[in-house]
Nanobody
């Protein structure tokens, strides 16, 4: 089993930055897909960014502002969020599945989920 624990959420003004962390425990290999999703109030959960050992994919809405990375030695996934906007306000979830990331980001592919961390961006 894989356990994922997010941290780093909080409140920030528009234009600010936050870095989310996701500590993974259990058997998660370098080639497995890990990523970030978010869910805003009244909206469906959506993919933000995913990565494996070879590929990184970002949602159009965050390109140029968010960067996903992983410290394999610490088994920790990060999401650096810059130039934050009020519309980035959501609960952010870390997720993972065995195997490489698929061609498209699909929630149903992800077997393991963290509990979520709140990000609030004020204008």
């Amino acid at each position: 089993q894989v356990q994922l624990v997010e941290s780093g959420g909080g409140s920030v003004q528009a234009g600010g930055s936050l870095r989310l962390s996701c500590a993974a425990s259990g058997i998660i290999n370098r080639g497995d897909c890990m990523g970030w999703f978010r869910q805003a109030p009244g909206k469906e959960r959506e993919g933000v960014a995913v990565r494996d050992a070879f590929v990184t994919k970002n949602a159009e809405s965050v390109k140029g502002r968010f960067t996903i990375s992983k410290d394999s030695a610490r088994n920790t996934l990060y999401l650096q969020m810059n130039s934050l906007k009020p519309e980035d306000t959501a609960i952010y979830y870390c997720a993972a599945h065995y195997g490489f990331c698929r061609a498209t980001i699909a929630i149903a592919d992800f077997q393991f989920w963290g509990q979520g961390t709140q990000v609030t961006v004020s204008s």
